[in-house]
């Protein structure tokens, strides 16, 4: 069985793998308007020549320059006009044009990615209290709070200034702890109790991911191919805790249902994505409502998580006796 799910996971990087050659062309209809253009050369020239304007302290201390700064009043500008007359919102540079607060790009998103790193946070005293330090699962649970407060840090940093450097360790991150809830998954669906059970497929999910990311650091960073395969791995996923579920109602666990609704619920929260609309109130869009939803899914992931570790060692001592 654990040869099986190792062939699945080194095939499951493959396919990532072949999809290398996909592409997306990331442009936006609002950067080529010509009133846009128009306007950020005109404050460039009048704001920007000769140190003519000096930011605000909060402005300077997120990276904001005088020409990132006409490019958003501009953005800003030419949304309010389109919204005064009627016309479509146009996104600039691959994002919508939101209104900052205090410098930051995206608040409603930082305000939910904080939100949800704090429910990992949350969920520290309920793993390392719930489960006994001898208990397998607590030290990849223990893990798991660790790399979802991270992954959620991650997000609220980009999402407060887009840069190649927080983009990139978004991106790495989401996909990292979409393969650890995979890892999570298999590790539970085997029953593997030690770490000489478990690196072979430590392995065969790290080695891939690996691959992953050095070729978006050091080949191309195509979005295209990155959504694909993280879109690969949250599939596996998917059926690797589906297959959970089947083996908790085989062996009468109360609660067997949870991970396929946590699973559906998960899903339909990411399928918000689908949704690409201009933002309601010029903050929230459907990427932040995403990660709105997911807050309270993290906080039963980690209760089911918990109270399976222990039925299954419930489990495990009715069947020595």
Known sequence: MRARLLRLCVGGGLVGLLLLSIGVVRASSGDRLVT???CVRQCEVDECLDGATTLPLHLRALQ?????NCDYV???R????AQQQGRRVHQFH??????RVLGVQEPASVVFSVLNGAMHVRSWRLVRSGLAPSHP?????????????WTWLCSAVFHVRDFPLTERLDYFSAGLNVLYILFLGIVRMLRLNSWRQTRVVALACMVPYVLHVAYLSLVRFDYGYNMAANAAVGVL???VWFVVTVQAYRNGQPFWWKPAVLIVLTDAAFSLEMFDFAPVADTFDAHSL???ATIPIVAHWYMFLVDDARWDLRLEQMRKE
């Open 64 to 68: 904001w320059t005088c020409e990132s």
């Open 74 to 76: 501009c953005q800003r």
């Open 137 to 149: 699962m607590r030290l990849w649970l223990s893990v798991f709070v660790v790399l979802g407060v």
């Open 36 to 38: 846009f253009q128009g």
């Open 94 to 99: 691959g994002k919508w044009p939101f209104v």
């Open 237 to 239: 996923s998917n059926i």
């Open 78 to 81: 030419v949304t309010r006009a």
């Open 290 to 292: 995403w990660h709105a």
